[in-house]
Structure formats: C-alpha cells, structure tokens
C-alpha cells in the first residue's frame, strides 16, 4: 500500500483537546478576561480543518496540568490533545516534567523537527523550548511552547498528519 493510499484510511473527524498553561492567562481568566492567543489560534487553525475543539486554560501547577490531561485522555470524544505553554527553561515551566512521564512513547521527532525550523526563523531562541510529543493511552498529546509564533509553525506539522497520527495510535 503507497503512502498516499495509507494516509486515505487515516480518520478524518477528530475532537483536538486545546490546553494552555499559563499562570498570567488563567490569572485573565478568572478576571473574565479571554487574553489567549496561542490556544484560540491552534482552534482557529483545527477547526477550519474541519475538526471540533475544546480549551482550557491552567495555570503552569502539575497537579493541574496532570488532572486536566488525564481527563481529556480519559474522554473517549477526544483524539488527541494539544497543549501550548510551559515548554521553557524557567522555574515555572513544569509541563515536560508532568506529562512526559506519562508517555508511553515518545514522538522525539516532533520536538527536533520544531526547533530546527524555529532555529532558521529566530535562531538561538528556537534551543530554550523542549517541545515534545507522546502517546498516553494510545493518544497523541502534543506539548508546544506558548508563544504564537512558536504555535503557528507546530501546527503546520501537525495538522495535515494529525489523522495519520491518530490512526497509528489506535493501532
């Protein structure tokens, strides 16, 4: 079977669990303040593609974070989750420490392949995120820096092969 007649079998309907992390955009939305970017661009994106979203917003606290995303991978409506902020170096970046150690594959390809084209765009910079992907309970879980620019080019990778991904996982 070519690739291409591969990829036909891939689902075309998906539900994309958005989560973002971040201590000043969950402080926004508490004060009824909708101040976030990079996760309505990542539905903007998903859903002219035909797929359905749901976002939620955290702050950058593990125990947050973990319960979210085993409540998403728990949802059979959700295919895959998608989740923007806290991939840097800072003391408050701690989603690669909470969901990294749930993966029971990694997709290192994704985080090598996203910082070497954010490296041709903005250069030294690209090397501070430690994006990365996972499969948890056979779902893809895509951790992704928060900042626009960052998510825009993620989600060139992602999107046109999210339906094979999700096809692999099951699998």
Same mark, same amino acid.
């Given at each position: ?99 990294? +150690? ?45 900042? +626009? ?10 999107? +046109? ?11």
């Amino acid at each position: 079977m070519s690739g291409i007649e591969h990829r036909k079998e891939a689902p075309k309907r998906l539900h994309v669990a958005v989560l973002v992390i971040s201590d000043t955009r969950a402080q926004k939305m508490r004060e009824g303040q909708d101040e976030d970017v990079s996760g309505k661009l990542i539905e903007k994106k998903f859903q002219a593609a035909g797929y359905t979203t749901t976002r939620l917003i955290v702050p950058d606290d593990a125990k947050q974070i973990r319960d979210v995303v085993k409540k998403f991978i728990a949802d059979p409506k959700v295919d895959a989750v998608i989740a923007t902020g806290g991939t840097g170096i800072t003391a408050r970046d701690v989603t690669i420490e909470t969901l990294a +150690p749930l993966f029971e594959k990694e997709l290192q390809g994704f985080g090598e392949i996203l910082r070497h084209i954010g490296y041709e765009k903005v250069g030294g910079p690209a090397l501070l995120t430690r994006a990365t992907a996972g499969l948890i309970k056979r779902k893809p879980v895509f951790c992704l820096p928060g900042a +626009p620019n960052a998510v825009e080019v993620a989600i060139g990778l992602i999107l +046109p092969d999210l339906g094979h991904v999700v096809k692999h996982a099951r699998e």
